[in-house]
C-alpha cells in the first residue's frame, strides 16, 4: 500500500526485455533505505519487489501483465520515474490509499499554464473514467493528485510547483503515455452492488411437493 506521494525519482540503469516481461534496474538513493529483499517500491505507481539490491540500484521483475497494463513497457535506458517506498503502519496519509495496481493508461492530451499552475488534460477509456469523479482522487504515474474536472473522454488535474519539481511531471509533453489507479473504493463500492448471491432453488407447490411432505 502507498499514499502517492512521491520520494524521489530513480533513473533507469538497465533494462531487460523477453518476449512480453523484464527485469529493470533503477539507480536510486532515498527508497533504499532500509530496504530488503521482497520490499515493495512503487515506480510509476506500480508495486514491484525488489529482487536484488546495493548502494546505488535496486532490481525488479516485471510479468507479462504488469507490462500489457502499464507504461512500463515504453521504459528506456536513462528514462526517469516515480519512486516510493510502502507505507508504514503510523505513517501520516498525505495522499490517498493507493495499491500500486494499475487500472490502465492515459494520454496526455493538452498541458495549459494558469499562474503557478499547470493543467494537465489526460484522455482515457471509458471502462477507467466511471471511476474518475470530479473533485475525487487519481494516481497518475503514482502521484496521489485530485481530479478537477472530468467528462465523457477525458479527466483534468491542476499541478502545483512542488509537485512538478519532485516527480516526473515537469517532463511531460502531449502524447506521453501514464499509468492511472483510480480510486480503489469506488471500484470495491461497484462490485458490491453488481453482486448476485445465488440462492438455493425453490420447488413448485405442486402435488408431488405435497406427497413428499406427507400432506396427501
Same mark, same amino acid.
Given at each position: 500500500?502507498?499514499t502517492?506521494? !512521491?520520494?524521489?525519482v530513480g ?5 531487460i526485455?523477453t ?5 529493470? %534496474?533503477?539507480? +536510486? ?13 512503487? *515506480?510509476?505507481g506500480?508495486?514491484? %519487489?525488489? %529482487?536484488?539490491?546495493?548502494?546505488q540500484s ?9 507490462m500489457?497494463?502499464?507504461? #512500463?513497457?515504453?521504459?528506456? @535506458? ?9 507505507l508504514?503502519?503510523?505513517?501520516r ?6 495499491s500500486?495496481? !494499475? ?5 496526455i492530451t493538452?498541458?495549459? /499554464?494558469? &499562474?503557478?499552475?499547470v493543467?494537465?488534460t489526460i484522455? *482515457?477509456?471509458?471502462?477507467? #473514467?466511471?471511476? !474518475?469523479?470530479?473533485k475525487?482522487?487519481?494516481a497518475?504515474?503514482?502521484i /496521489?493528485? *485530485?481530479?478537477a474536472? +472530468?467528462d465523457d473522454?477525458?479527466f483534468?488535474? /491542476? !499541478?502545483i ?6 516527480t %516526473? ?10 499509468? #492511472?489507479?483510480? &480510486?480503489?473504493?469506488?471500484?470495491y463500492?461497484e462490485?458490491? #452492488?453488481?453482486?448476485?448471491?445465488? @440462492?438455493?432453488n425453490?420447488?413448485?407447490l ?6 413428499e411432505?406427507?400432506?396427501?
Open positions: 500500500m502507498f502517492g506521494l !512521491i520520494e524521489e533513473k533507469v540503469k538497465s533494462i526485455k518476449n512480453n516481461a523484464a527485469k529493470i %534496474t533503477i539507480n +536510486a538513493r532515498k527508497v533504499l533505505e532500509g530496504v530488503k529483499l521482497g520490499d515493495s517500491i512503487s *515506480t510509476n506500480v508495486c514491484l %519487489t525488489v %529482487t536484488e539490491f546495493n548502494l535496486f532490481t525488479v521483475d516485471v510479468m507479462p501483465e504488469t500489457r497494463r502499464s507504461n #512500463l513497457h515504453l521504459l528506456s @535506458l536513462g528514462d526517469a520515474v516515480n519512486l516510493e517506498r510502502a508504514r503502519i503510523g505513517d496519509l498525505g495522499g490517498h490509499f493507493v500500486g495496481h !494499475i487500472d490502465g493508461m492515459g494520454t493538452n498541458l495549459e /499554464s494558469e &499562474d503557478n499552475a493543467w494537465l484522455e *482515457t477509456s471509458n471502462e477507467l #473514467l466511471k471511476y !474518475i469523479v470530479y475525487g482522487s487519481i497518475v504515474d503514482g /496521489s493528485l *485530485t481530479v474536472y +472530468a473522454n477525458s483534468k488535474v /491542476s !499541478i510547483p512542488h509537485t512538478r519539481e519532485v %516526473t511531471l515537469h517532463r511531460k509533453k502531449v502524447g506521453d503515455v501514464v499509468n #492511472l489507479e483510480c &480510486d480503489m473504493i469506488s471500484k463500492i462490485k458490491l #452492488l453488481n453482486f448476485k448471491e445465488e @440462492l438455493p425453490k420447488k413448485s405442486d402435488i408431488n411437493f405435497l406427497k411432505h406427507g400432506f396427501v
